[in-house]
T-cell receptor, first 112, second 112 residues
């Protein structure tokens, strides 16, 4: 089945540690996205990539980094510079022809 | 700047009722509009995608309409069921942009 796989589903981190969230898609989509979801704030765009080896900052990129070495993969690193990293992180990809967006199941990060 | 508003933030209805969820946007220059469903702790599931040239889309008991000139979309759910309980989000893709703009969602509860 085609889809987007995010891992891990739950992650706990101590303050000062970097963590990397995985996102893999087998939909053959060029564009991929990372969003952050907090209660009452809606979805906010962190980074997006329209093609391999290229990515752009979204609205809240500070404290995050990404790479896009393969079409299928778009990992997100939450660095120690991110002031409030506890959140639900969602990865998505979009169909180039229709613009339809598809999401993974999300990763919940908790900083202890 | 495009803004998307969903009112009400929460809605509770008895099972079997037909209902309408509303989405309004401030800039009519959109590429498409997409409705999603989100269950607690899960990712977003795409329900319906309406391209800017279309007026409506239907899938089963769901019907979404789009009126670009007035900046409005509605999601009609027929014969609601308890399994329809979820948060429904709409998002618009501004023309020429890869960055979707999301509303904050309407939390729907269908009571048995």
């Amino acid at each position: 089945d085609g889809g987007i796989t995010q891992s891990p589903k739950y992650l706990f981190r101590k303050e000062g540690q970097n963590v990397t969230l995985s996102c893999e898609q087998n939909l053959n989509h060029d564009a991929m996205y990372w969003y952050r979801q907090d209660p009452g704030q809606g979805l906010r765009l962190i980074y997006y990539s329209q093609i391999v080896n290229d990515f752009q900052k979204g609205d809240i990129a500070e404290g995050y980094s990404v790479s896009r070495e393969k079409k299928e993969s778009f990992p997100l690193t939450v660095t120690s510079a991110q002031k409030n990293p506890t959140a639900f992180y969602l990865c998505a990809s979009s169909n180039a022809q229709t613009g339809e967006l598809f999401f993974g199941e999300g990763s919940r990060l908790t900083v202890l | 700047k495009q803004e998307v508003t969903q009112i009400p933030a929460a809605l509770s209805v008895p099972e079997g009722e037909n209902l309408v969820l509303n989405c309004s946007f401030t800039d009519s220059a959109i590429y498409n509009l997409q409705w999603f469903r989100q269950d607690p702790g899960k990712g977003l599931t795409s329900l319906l995608l309406i391209q800017s040239s279309q007026r409506e889309q239907t899938s089963g008991r769901l019907n979404a309409s789009l009126d670009k000139s007035s900046g409005r979309s509605t999601l009609y759910i027929a014969a609601s069921q308890p399994g329809d309980s979820a948060t429904y989000l709409c998002a618009v893709r501004p023309g020429g942009s890869e960055k979707l703009v999301f509303g904050k969602g309407t939390k729907l509860t269908v009571n048995p």
